[in-house]
């Protein structure tokens, strides 16, 4: 039952997770997250969640995104303030929509199994996606006002906000590359997979050099 082209997906999904982390692509989509939202009160909560989301259209794996944006996060609150609960709290809440914002690993297995146009399901997980992540963000602000948690950074200017955009333009591209080439049928969910591997790969040898 495992000997099936679809579910090979899975590990194609995790391997492009782990390239855009080694790559250093994770850090940079973290850096425009902090661009945007740093300054904020709870901010540094806020570019957990909103990295994550960027993290998610590439991942298709809460573990991956959890363990790419955590490993860099969780410390930095920690030193600028947050409690070690709430910092670990925070990445754990957020990783969730790793299973909604496609690509998505278990919507592959679970259209194989169901046998579901796994396009359909990608552009289904959107919507609930992104609502669940606005509601993370307004609920870390409202705690980290209760809280007094520090404001952190400084509101960033335009030309820091324009150089940290185009440090993760090459990332904020891969989820439009995946999920165009699906639902425009150019690519199978594995055959995208393929794809995001190859183009992790690329990016992190070429482009960022990491």
């Known amino acids: 039952g ?15 997770g782990g390239l855009m982390e080694t790559g ?7 850096h ?12 540094l909560g806020m570019v957990v969640v909103l990295g994550t989301m960027l993290f998610s259209g590439i991942s298709g794996s809460s573990t991956a995104d959890t363990a790419a944006i955590g490993s860099t996060m969780i410390p930095t609150m920690v030193r600028r303030g947050y409690s ?3 910092a670990t709290a925070v990445v754990a809440a957020a990783g969730g929509m790793g299973i ?17 146009n796994v396009a359909a399901l990608f552009a289904a997980g959107c919507i609930p996606g992104l609502i669940i992540g606005a509601g993370l963000m ?3 602000h409202w705690v980290a006002k209760r809280r007094n948690y520090p404001v952190t950074e400084k509101r960033a200017p335009v030309r820091e906000m324009v150089l940290s955009f185009r440090g993760a333009f090459w990332a904020l591209i ?3 590359l995946i999920l165009g080439g699906i639902l425009g049928g150019v690519f199978t969910p594995t055959e995208a997979a393929a794809a995001a591997v190859l183009y992790a790969f690329m990016v992190s040898v070429v482009v960022t050099r990491e």
């Open 2 to 16: 495992l000997d099936s082209f679809p579910l090979l997906a899975a590990p194609l999904f995790i391997l492009a």
């Open 24 to 30: 250093g692509i994770s850090l940079r989509i973290t």
């Open 32 to 43: 425009l997250a902090s661009a945007l939202v740093g300054h904020v009160r709870g901010g």
């Open 84 to 86: 070690p609960a709430f």
């Open 100 to 116: 909604l914002i496609p690509p998505c690993i278990i919507m592959v297995i679970y259209a194989y199994i169901m046998q579901i």
């Open 138 to 140: 307004v609920a870390n």
């Open 174 to 176: 891969a989820p439009f």
